[in-house]
Structures are given as C-alpha cells and as structure tokens.
C-alpha cells in the first residue's frame, strides 16, 4: 500500500502497551508515603497564636470604616462587570455547544409489521418529516377524542433530518466528514447512534455490509476518508494509528479484539484523563488492517453474546481509534482520537 510509508508502527500483535506502564505511575501516586513536615512549616505552627495576637491587636487599632458612596459605586462596578464576564462566557459556551454538538435524525423504512399498524390506525401516528429540520408528531383522531390531555401535536428541532430515501452516502456527507477534518486536526471527536432496537443505529454506523460502495456505513467511511488524507499528506508527517474496540454490557467491560472481560478498569489520570486501563490496543498500518479488526471484533462480539448471555442489542460497542501526526521539521505531535458508538437500544426492558 501507498501510505504504509507514511505510517509508523506497522501492524504489531495485539497487547496492552499503555495501561501496564499506566498502572505502574499509578501504583506510585497512590502508595507515596504523606510528605515528611517540612522543618519550615512547623516553625509557622508554633508561631500561629502569635501571629494571630499581633493580628488582633492590629485590627483593634483599625477605625471601621463607613461606606463611602465612592466605594459603593466601585462595587456595583466590579459586580456588574463579573456578571457581564458571566454572560459572556456562557453564551460562547452556549454557542460553541451548537457548533460543536449536533443531533441528527435518520428515518428508516417502515417494515412490514409497522406498515400493518399504520394501517390499523393504532395509536399515535408515527411521527412525520415536516422539513430538513422539523418532525412533528401528531395524534390520531381516536386518540384525540378518548384522551383531551394528550397534546394534538408535537414539534421537534433538528440540526438535520433524513428521510428513509437518505443514501448512506448522504448521512457520511453530513454526520462523519466534518469530524475527520477535526481529528486531523488534533481534537477529539465522537458519534454516537441512539434509539430502540431495530430503528437502524448498527446499519447507520457499520451498515449492512462494510465492504460496499453503496450500503457501507459511516465508520468505514470515516476510515477510509482518514486513510485518504495520509496519502494526500507530505513527507514531513509521520502517521501512527492505534485501534481498541470495547464492548460494555451492564457495566462489565469486554475486549471485543481479544475476547478478554476481566482486568479492563477505567481509570481517571490527572495526566491523560479517562484512561481504559487493560483494554488491549492495535497499530494499524494499512485500511485492510482496519477492515480485518473491525471484522474480528464483529465476530468476537457474537462469541461475547452467547458466552456471557447476552443480547448485543443490550450492548454498547465502542471503538477508539487514536490518530498521531508527527510533524518532523517542526517536532511538533498532533493527537486525536475518535470514538465511534453503536449504542444498547434505548429502551426499557
Ligand atoms: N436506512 C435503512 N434502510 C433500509 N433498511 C434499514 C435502514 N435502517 C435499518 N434498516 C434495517 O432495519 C433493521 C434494523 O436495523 P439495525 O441497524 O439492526 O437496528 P439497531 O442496530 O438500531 O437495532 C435491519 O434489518 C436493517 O437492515
Ligand atoms: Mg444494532
């Protein structure tokens, strides 16, 4: 492959590189012994009370002072100009939350069993496509006239919404493209798919079948954009891919790329944040590679389900892709990591 110069590392048997070096720093916080008392401090002990007496003879000599108009004003000054700083913050942070954050709505086609319901005219109508950013849920007559509380209609607000003719070309054009530009840059990205089982989350984010044109999803898309992007890039940068597919089912973690559960623990380090700590870690050199892993882990994640009992539509699957630039003139290191979530179905059980 064109771009295997241009990555580092090379594919490498699975293992844990970080975590055993991780837990060793911190074995090393958590048992250090208390600070010895520092000679110094102990001497401003014992001079406490003195201190303290001085102190309160200073402060009897001190006229109270009354409020002085001047002052006040000051104050009220100084307040409202925290509070302006206040306002200010919050509304970048308000604005960076909608420039940052987006939720989109995908519609799927009905199946045959809705399709017989809508039919029926049972209930609420499912809900509607009123525009690129509006769906409106609107009761149906029955239900309207058995139950006066129940709202007539609903109105929900997007940042976009797809019809069930939506190609998963499209989604990838909206949903994942921006964020392979963000990681490339540095910062770290996520997507997640929500709702019930069978609304089509695991078709959005892996899709049918990842190794075609058409019904391939956004995570396959989203690597294959990445891997273009190294071989566009110059000479100057080195690439090194790490991947790590997680499995989370009530609270027990699963290696879904070596089919291990126990041992995986997530740590919060003061360095390096959130850390999953045992949670083995592959060096990716090529996008076969990636194919290759993601198919194993798709496979492991079967295996998991009949092992340890489970429905995977109960599950939640991870998978963490840390993406390294180094810029060699400039001895500069750009990190970013993606994580691409097929979230448990929504509902209750
Ligand atoms: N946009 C879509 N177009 C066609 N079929 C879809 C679409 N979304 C989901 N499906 C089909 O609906 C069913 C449930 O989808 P799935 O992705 O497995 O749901 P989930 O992962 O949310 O449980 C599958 O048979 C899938 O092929
Ligand atoms: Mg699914």
């Given at each position: 492959m064109k771009n295997k110069s241009k990555t580092t590392g090379g594919k490498l048997p699975i293992k844990k590189p970080s975590s055993a070096r991780d837990k060793a720093n911190i074995k090393k916080n958590v048992g250090r012994s208390p600070p010895k008392p520092n000679p110094q401090k102990e001497v401003k002990k014992k001079d406490n009370k003195k201190i303290k007496t001085i102190e309160t003879e200073k402060t009897k000599n001190i006229p109270i002072k009354k409020p002085n108009a001047s002052n006040v004003k000051k104050e009220e000054k100084e307040d409202k100009e925290k509070l302006d700083k206040e306002k200010e913050l919050l509304s970048s942070l308000q604005k960076a939350n909608k420039d940052f954050i987006k939720v989109f709505v995908r519609f799927r086609p009905l199946n045959e069993l809705e399709n017989e319901l809508l039919s029926d005219n049972c209930g609420w109508e499912i809900p509607k496509y009123i525009s690129d950013t509006q769906i409106g849920i609107y009761s149906t007559k029955e239900v309207k006239d058995s139950n006066?509380?129940?709202?007539s209609n609903l109105i929900f607000k997007y940042d976009k919404i797809f019809t069930s003719e939506s190609q998963q070309s499209q989604i990838y054009e909206n949903v994942g493209k921006r964020i392979v530009g963000d990681v490339m840059e540095g910062y770290n990205g996520t997507i997640f798919a929500y709702g019930?089982?069978?609304?089509g989350k695991t078709y959005t984010m892996y899709g049918p079948d990842i190794f075609d044109d058409i019904y391939k999803g956004i995570i396959p898309r989203i690597v294959e954009d990445i891997f273009n992007y190294v071989e566009k890039a110059d000479d100057n940068v080195d690439f090194q891919f790490k991947l790590s597919v997680l499995e989370i089912y009530k609270e027990v973690m699963y290696?879904?790329?070596?089919?291990q559960s126990s041992d995986i623990k997530i740590q919060e380090n003061p360095e390096t944040g959130i850390v999953i700590e045992g949670l083995s870690e592959v060096y990716l050199s090529s996008i076969d590679e990636f194919f290759e892993y993601v198919d194993l882990s798709q496979s492991n994640r079967k295996v998991a389900e009949t092992k340890l009992n489970?429905?995977?539509?109960?599950s939640h699957c991870i998978l963490i892709l840390e993406v390294t630039q180094s810029f060699k003139k400039e001895k500069l290191i750009k990190k970013g990591t993606l994580n691409l979530v097929d979230l448990a179905g929504s509902e209750k059980v």
């Open positions: 006066a509380d129940i709202p019930q089982s069978g609304s290696d879904l790329l070596t089919q489970h429905n995977s539509s109960r």
